[in-house]
């Protein structure tokens, strides 16, 4: 079965300090899609950042940056000069070739001022 | 546009009830899925469409039920709630597989006593 792990339940970092948070998965798939979404306190599921596996290059978006390994099968986000407005449930989540999405249990960033 | 809307946003249900959980998206999205969230967990998919007319089941689709006759509109049955249902519901949408899913809606959060 394929999963998705967020080994760190909850961190809290410094504003503008950087914070990495660490996403592994387990396929048997070649060519699948990874994904970062964003849950503030609000409840709305915000899309942060999408990789496709057959790129190597790892995705960027503005101070939103992943760390791809396929062969480790890793996916961690980075957040640099983090702020106060990044406090929220971090999820990683998979979607396999049948189009179905699996997502981890999440990680819980407080940015701290 | 107002993208994702999810109807209603509170619900309380009696074990046994039926009800109907709405979504409707205005952005031509042939994707549309229903998420469910529960404590310490990330989003599992329910039920997801790849365009009117097509559905097919997600991770935990036992004790829902979908339909896709527009590709605007994707609801989701409660045929006999229970009270392991209590949870909450986001519908998604997206314009295509490789943008799947951008768009959440504000979620439904539904009690079944």
């Known amino acids: 079965a394929q999963t998705v792990t967020q080994s760190q339940p909850e961190m809290s970092v410094q504003e503008a300090e950087t914070v990495t948070l660490s996403c592994t998965y387990d396929?048997?798939?070649?060519?699948?899609?990874l994904f970062w979404y964003k849950q503030p306190p609000s409840r709305q599921m915000i899309l942060v950042i999408r990789?496709?596996?057959?790129?190597?290059q790892n995705a960027t978006e503005n101070r939103f940056s992943v760390n791809f390994q396929k062969a480790a099968k890793s996916f961690s986000l980075k957040i640099s000069d983090s702020q106060l407005g990044d406090t929220a449930m971090y999820f990683c989540?998979?979607?396999?070739?049948?189009?179905?999405?699996?997502f981890g249990k999440g990680t819980r960033l407080h940015i701290l001022p | 546009n107002a993208g994702v809307t999810q109807t209603p946003k509170f619900q309380v249900l009696k074990t046994g009830q039926s009800m109907t959980l709405q979504c409707a998206q205005d952005?031509?999205?042939?994707?549309m899925s229903w998420y469910r969230q529960d404590p310490g967990m990330g989003l599992r998919l329910i039920h997801y469409?790849?365009?009117?007319?097509?559905?097919d089941q997600g991770e935990v689709p036992n004790g829902y039920n979908v339909s896709r006759s527009t590709t605007e509109d994707f609801p989701l049955r409660l045929l006999s709630a229970a009270p392991s249902q209590t949870s909450v519901y986001f519908c998604?949408?997206?314009?295509?597989?490789?943008?799947?899913?951008?768009?959440f809606g504000d979620g439904t959060r539904l009690s079944i006593l």
């Open positions: 396929t048997s798939e070649s060519n699948y899609y």
């Open positions: 469409s790849v365009g009117a007319g097509i559905t």
């Open positions: 952005m031509n999205h042939e994707y």
């Open positions: 990789q496709e596996a057959y790129k190597q």
């Open positions: 998604a949408s997206s314009y295509s597989r490789v943008n799947q899913p951008q768009h």
């Open positions: 989540a998979f979607m396999n070739r049948d189009d179905k999405i699996i």
